[in-house]
């Protein structure tokens, strides 16, 4: 029996592919390579010694889709697999409510179809919208405020309809507060598209020498140093969530939504100095103005995790910034260079 990754070449989806494989796991991966690439998951190969089997295959296409879990024997589902531009989904609307929540309900109609009913989804803190009070909590009132962060506000909706039609569904929704950092070995990491959107992408290009200087959205905020605060964690400890969500899945039916974050914030200043810290390298900046449907602070309470999920986030942000800093120092280019791979893709 194996663990379908929908989405699994991408930043998020390639370190739980690690975790899995570490554990033991059989693993597919499903993606349709819109936002990754291939050699993603060549390193994922080479950092664990395994191969598994990767389709290239969009959720949308409910055919091939079918062909894959006909061939494969599935027993529960981590769903990465969609998009996550903010920004683009202001622009593009359409495009992210069909590919986010279209390829999961065709998702959810063919699981339905091979009897598998166990999931485990990538949810975002973005559902929680502007909120004032903090931490911040499960049960807080969802107010998404971008057509991205409604798509898994709508999916998180229409996951609790399957859940109640059929309470042998067992469903796990995976609040992610601010991803960042890398495997420890420097092979995998994030690799946006273009100009980076997000602060740590940024800053370390900035430190590569591939953009000039940060620009700091905002320093007027109510915040200790009027910088935004947000609740970041490393990659490998979201992952690992993934695994403690999987088994907890794996031993109960209903749906429950979880915060994965550390459960501490920190400004912008105060990332940019613990980067610099780490790498010695100078992070130029310049204050701009509020990035528009920035809020001031955002990060989680973390304990429904702790006790349910017998999860918390052990890596602080030095080690967050040394494992960002490697990926990006051995890999200026992402993925698009370094194609000196050893292990083959299966
Ligand atoms: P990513 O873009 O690196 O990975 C997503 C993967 O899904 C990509 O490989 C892409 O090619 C694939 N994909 C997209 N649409 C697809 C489709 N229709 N069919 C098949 N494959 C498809 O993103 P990530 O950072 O790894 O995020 C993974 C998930 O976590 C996403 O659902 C995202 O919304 C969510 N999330 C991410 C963050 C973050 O800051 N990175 C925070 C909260 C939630
Ligand atoms: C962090 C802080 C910025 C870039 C986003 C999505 C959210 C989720 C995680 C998917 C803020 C500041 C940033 C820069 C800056 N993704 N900043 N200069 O906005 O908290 O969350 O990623 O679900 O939905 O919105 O993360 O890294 O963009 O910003 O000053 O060039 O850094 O203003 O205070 P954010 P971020």
Redesign the pocket.
């Known amino acids: 029996m194996a663990i379908l990754v929908?989405?699994g070449?991408?930043?998020?989806?390639t370190h739980t592919c690690v975790e899995l494989l570490n554990e033991g796991y059989d693993i597919v991966v499903?993606?349709?390579?819109?936002?990754?690439n291939p050699q993603s998951l060549r390193r994922v190969s080479e950092i664990t010694g395994k191969s598994f089997p990767i389709y290239e295959?969009?959720?949308?296409d409910k055919e091939g889709l079918t062909e894959i879990f006909a061939e494969s024997k599935i027993e529960a589902v981590i769903h990465?697999?969609?998009?996550?531009s903010v920004g683009e989904s202001v622009s593009i609307p359409i495009h992210y409510y069909q590919?986010n929540i279209t390829?999961t309900i065709i998702l959810c109609e063919v699981m339905q179809q091979f009897g598998v009913n166990n999931l485990v989804f990538?949810?975002?803190?973005?559902v929680y919208g502007i909120t004032d009070k903090m931490p911040i909590l499960e049960n807080t009132a969802l107010r998404a405020i971008n057509p991205?962060g409604r798509t898994?506000h709508m999916i998180e909706e229409i996951l609790r309809d399957v859940t109640f039609a059929d309470p042998s569904w067992s469903i796990a929704l995976l609040r992610?507060f601010?991803?960042i950092g890398a495997h420890e070995s420097g092979r995998i990491g994030?690799d946006p598209n273009g100009i980076p959107n997000?602060l740590m992408p940024y800053i370390s290009q900035v430190a590569v020498g591939k953009r000039k200087q940060l620009q700091i959205f905002g320093n007027d905020y109510p915040t200790r140093d009027g910088t935004g605060i947000r609740d970041y964690i490393h990659v490998t400890d979201l992952a690992i969530g993934h695994l403690r969500a999987l088994e907890k899945v794996q031993t109960s039916t209903g749906i429950d939504a979880f915060n994965l974050g550390t459960g501490k914030g920190y400004s912008v200043l105060e990332m940019v100095a613990a980067f610099e810290k780490v790498t010695g390298e100078l992070i130029p900046y310049r204050f701009a103005d509020r990035r528009p449907g920035d809020s001031s602070i955002c990060y989680a309470d973390v304990n429904k995790a702790k006790k349910e999920l017998h999860w918390q986030a052990t890596r602080g942000i030095e080690k967050m910034c040394e494992d960002t800093w490697r990926w990006q120092g051995e890999n200026p280019n992402g993925y698009k260079k370094n194609r000196n791979q050893k292990t083959p893709v299966q």
């Open positions: 929908t989405g070449a991408g930043y998020i989806g499903v993606d349709n390579f819109s936002n990754s295959t969009d959720l949308l990465f697999a969609g998009l996550k590919n390829g990538s949810s975002s803190a973005t991205y898994k992610y601010n991803p994030e997000n």
